[in-house]
Each structure stands twice: as structure tokens, then as C-alpha cells.
């Protein structure tokens, strides 16, 4: 199956940006489903948006309007732009890959919003 690789976490104050970058091991042009989930300490891991294959998008209530997935297929890569970062967005997040033969994931990428 695909290997996923998270980039792009870190520490960030409220209001501002950081873009995630996934990148997988092979073509992700065939896969029907990739997305990012997150998991708060204490909590369960939840969906932040996913993109399928023909590009239609979901995108969690909480986020709207903030972030955006999008995929590039040429570079094997998947990216979510987070603007209006809040501190309730703290949590690692997960790059996830998803065929009718396997459910991948990335390692995780800490995002910490603070002052």
C-alpha cells in the first residue's frame, strides 16, 4: 500500500496560517479517497476534509471557510491550506488514503495554535 508523509506542522499563533503537505510514495491518481483527520489529546480522531478522486470535497462543519484540501496528482501530493488558525485547531494531523484494497496513514504532524 501507498506510504504517506506529513509535513508542515508546528507552532503557530491564532489567526494565522500554515500549510500542510502529504506526500505519498506512489501515484495517488488512482486512489478514490484522500483526506486529513486530526486527534486532540483526549479525544478521538476526527475528519478535517477529504478529496476524492473526481475532486468532489468534504469538509468538516468546524473548519469551513478556514481550511481547503486540494491534490496535486503530478506531484503525488495532497496539501491543506489552514487559515484563521484557533486555538481549538491544536491536534495532530493525519494524512489518510483510502482504495477498495487499503486505508493508509501517515505518521502525524503536530499543529500547536498559541500565543
Known amino acids: 500500500q501507498v506510504q504517506l508523509v506529513e509535513s508542515g506542522g508546528g507552532l503557530v499563533q491564532p489567526g494565522r496560517s500554515l500549510r500542510l503537505s502529504c506526500a505519498a510514495s506512489?501515484?495517488?491518481?488512482?486512489?478514490?479517497?484522500m483526506g486529513w483527520y486530526r486527534q486532540a489529546p483526549g479525544k478521538q480522531r476526527e475528519l478535517v476534509a477529504v478529496i476524492t478522486r473526481p475532486g468532489i470535497v468534504n469538509t468538516a462543519d468546524s473548519v469551513k471557510g478556514r481550511f481547503t484540501i486540494s491534490r496535486d496528482n503530478a506531484k503525488n501530493t495532497v496539501y491543506l491550506q489552514m487559515n484563521s488558525l484557533k486555538p481549538e485547531d491544536t491536534a495532530v494531523y493525519y494524512c489518510?488514503?483510502?482504495?477498495?484494497?487499503?486505508?493508509?496513514w501517515g505518521q502525524g504532524t503536530q499543529v500547536t495554535v498559541s500565543s
Open positions: 506512489e501515484s495517488i491518481f488512482r486512489i478514490n479517497s
Open positions: 489518510n488514503a483510502r482504495t477498495s484494497s487499503y486505508n493508509a
